[in-house]
């Protein structure tokens, strides 16, 4: 069975021309544009239904030459679901590749079944989900939740976050993506027991005598195999990554005598790893159980992904907190 998996992320949009907390689109709400060239104003309801409107727009295979991949979103493939809480969108995005000649071989005969020019794609479906947090009380929400399937090594997020923008755009909106909470990521991970390895890194001298005989030590890394973490010692740690996760600063008190983190993660055959001064550079995946894949149904995937996305709701700032 081929691995599949999703990648999360959030994302938001600002409006051109406004500043301040203005400049930030509230997504449960009306969004009007003057197009002055035709004189006419645009009327859309919610963020929900401007997704709904890309999907409409994007029918037909596109090429782009520069990067040799093609794309569309299927017709008439995308569901609305509103729910209490939340109301979600999802469709299904055909990519792939071309620009390189292969001969497409059986495994088992070794017998060469087709040669593919460079002309041709290889052209995948792929899941994709819009989620959105509905308002609660005073708060609006400002940010959403997108997850992209992922099969194999292949991938839609940059691809259609690159037509998103630039269909956006002309609703004079600019579609921004960001990480969902690392913090609650980890968390997830060590509570499901992925947690290999633990190391806490030093870049100042270590007081051990025996360092004394080296011109330089370096960076001292203190490492603990399958770690067993003590749920004081896991607190203080997580209030670390989650202050850096929202104001990407990384500040670790001073009495620690550790200055960076990184955290080892077995997930299946595939190790990820984390550094606390690296952050910006993590990309939440996760992997499609097999019980999921196995029905061959792309509603229980579907429904898997909103369920990932709703799990990391809890953890995100989708507004003011001063309107909760």
Known sequence: MTNSGMLVCSFHFRERYQKGENCFYELNHPHIVEDEDEGISIHIDNAVEM???????????????KKKK?????????????????TALSFVVKSGSYGVEADITDKNTRKVNYHRSANESDVK??????????????????????????????????????????????FKLTLE??????SAFLEKLIAEGNLYKLTLIRNSLSSNPADSML????????????????PNWLTKMFAIFN????????????????EDISMQFKLGKSV??????????????EDIPDHILAKNNPKFVIDHMIATANSYKERMVWGDPSEV
């Open 272 to 285: 990820r790893t984390v550094r606390l001064r690296n952050l910006e550079k993590v990309s939440i995946v």
């Open 125 to 170: 479906d792929f899941l994709c989900v819009v989620y959105i947090p509905k308002d609660a009380g005073k708060l609006r929400v400002r940010k959403g939740i997108f997850v992209f399937q992922s099969i194999g090594n292949y991938g839609v997020k940059t691809i259609t976050t690159e037509k998103m923008r630039a269909f956006f755009a002309k």
């Open 215 to 230: 011109i330089s030590t370096g960076r001292e890394e203190q490492t603990f195999i399958k770690p067993h973490l003590q």
């Open 70 to 86: 093609v794309f569309c979103v299927q017709n008439g493939s995308y569901t609305k679901y509103d729910e209490a809480t939340y």
């Open 243 to 258: 202050k850096a996760d929202e104001t990407g600063l990384v500040e670790i008190p001073d009495e620690e005598s550790y």
């Open 51 to 65: 997704f709904k409107l890309f999907c409409e727009a994007h029918p037909d295979l596109t090429d782009d030459e």
């Open 177 to 182: 993506t960001r990480s969902v909470s690392i």
